[in-house]
């Protein structure tokens, strides 16, 4: 069947991310095994409750506080948590404005209350506006809806909350167990690996998507 739906992810997809950078940030303030409670694939508790919105900004740092053992300011945390957003290519925003002209888009990111004003801050410095939420018809961040990626029942509020159907939608992300979790939701899923290949390299000229529905 046709697609006529594309969600995208926001990190690694539109958004240059490097989770290393991260790692290393809280590694120089002495948390020696930060690696082994967060890394894309796997983290603690806390990581999902602060990305669900189930926690706030400042519990997150108490609670890393208390992981780590470190006194470590709340600036400090901060200037380390945000440290793996990189920037947004002009080339992808631009992207955007022509494929929402074939296809309903919408965004859905796992973020928080943290990364959000950060990464919201370089837009408006480097683009003059602030939300992404222009580019696409709905935007959906897990600290605002108390749902996050992989789990199945957020791709399912996508759909209905939009009158999609899963068989003509197609989600794109970085992350494969967030692949899966679309798939498990009968959504067509492209597994992006940025060092392999761009979003732009997914659609022609004119805006049309090239890859098979079912990759």
């Given at each position: 069947m046709e697609i006529k739906n594309i969600v995208f992810d926001l990190g690694g997809v539109l958004l240059n991310i490097d989770y290393e950078r991260t790692i290393e940030a809280f590694?120089?303030?002495?948390?020696?095994?930060?690696?082994?409670?967060?890394?894309?694939a796997t983290?603690?508790?806390l990581f999902d409750s602060f990305d669900k919105g189930q926690i706030s900004?400042?519990?997150?740092?108490?609670?890393?506080?208390?992981?780590s053992g470190l006194p470590a300011t709340d600036q400090e945390i901060d200037n380390a948590w945000n440290a793996m957003l990189l920037d947004f290519p002009a080339t992808r925003l631009a992207l955007l404005e022509g494929v929402r002209k074939r296809y309903r888009?919408?965004?859905?990111?796992?973020?928080?209350?943290i990364h959000y004003p950060a990464y919201s801050r370089a837009l408006e410095e480097k683009y003059g506006f602030a939300e992404l939420s222009s580019l696409f018809e709905k935007q959906y961040l897990s600290y605002r809806i108390g749902m996050r990626k992989p789990d199945r029942e957020v791709f399912e509020f996508?759909?209905?909350d939009n009158g999609i159907l899963p068989e003509e939608t197609l989600?794109?992300?970085?992350?494969?167990?967030?692949?899966?979790?679309?798939?498990?939701?009968?959504?067509?899923?492209?597994?992006?690996d940025p060092a392999k290949t761009g979003?732009?390299?997914?659609?022609?000229?004119?805006?049309?998507l090239i890859i098979p529905a079912g990759k």
């Amino acid at each position: 069947m046709e697609i006529k739906n594309i969600v995208f992810d926001l990190g690694g997809v539109l958004l240059n991310i490097d989770y290393e950078r991260t790692i290393e940030a809280f590694k120089k303030l002495g948390v020696k095994d930060f690696d082994s409670i967060f890394t894309q694939a796997t983290q603690l508790k806390l990581f999902d409750s602060f990305d669900k919105g189930q926690i706030s900004a400042g519990e997150f740092r108490d609670g890393l506080r208390s992981i780590s053992g470190l006194p470590a300011t709340d600036q400090e945390i901060d200037n380390a948590w945000n440290a793996m957003l990189l920037d947004f290519p002009a080339t992808r925003l631009a992207l955007l404005e022509g494929v929402r002209k074939r296809y309903r888009i919408f965004l859905l990111s796992n973020t928080n209350a943290i990364h959000y004003p950060a990464y919201s801050r370089a837009l408006e410095e480097k683009y003059g506006f602030a939300e992404l939420s222009s580019l696409f018809e709905k935007q959906y961040l897990s600290y605002r809806i108390g749902m996050r990626k992989p789990d199945r029942e957020v791709f399912e509020f996508v759909l209905s909350d939009n009158g999609i159907l899963p068989e003509e939608t197609l989600f794109i992300d970085d992350t494969l167990q967030h692949v899966h979790g679309a798939e498990a939701a009968g959504i067509h899923a492209f597994h992006l690996d940025p060092a392999k290949t761009g979003i732009e390299d997914l659609f022609t000229v004119g805006h049309r998507l090239i890859i098979p529905a079912g990759k």
